[in-house]
């Protein structure tokens, strides 16, 4: 994706942002877990803040836009959600 669409990333860089791959491995991870292990509640929680933090250092440092962290996260999702239905 990020040489079909060629976004920059808010930072100088050499690379492209779009899609986030790191939001994408870790929602695929997260949505994997979750859809193929009976959890309770709160393990699902430490889940999606685990998730959640390194994306916002991905943000916060301006490595990725709130736009590439978003779609790299529904990529993870969908293939998470599809490989598990898939199985």
């Known amino acids: 994706m990020k040489k079909l669409f060629k976004e920059s990333r808010p930072i100088k860089s050499t690379t492209y942002g779009l ?3 790191k939001a ?3 929602v695929f991870i997260a949505t994997y877990l979750i859809l193929t292990n009976k959890l309770n509640s709160s393990t699902v929680v430490i889940i999606v803040t685990a998730l959640l933090l ?3 250092m991905k943000y916060y440092s301006k490595e990725h836009s709130l736009k590439q962290l978003f779609i790299g ?5 969908l293939f998470g959600y ?5 199985i």
């Open 19 to 21: 899609s986030s791959t």
């Open 24 to 26: 994408a491995t870790l």
């Open 54 to 56: 390194p994306l916002f």
């Open 73 to 77: 996260g529904l990529v993870g999702l």
């Open 82 to 86: 599809f490989v598990v239905k898939n």
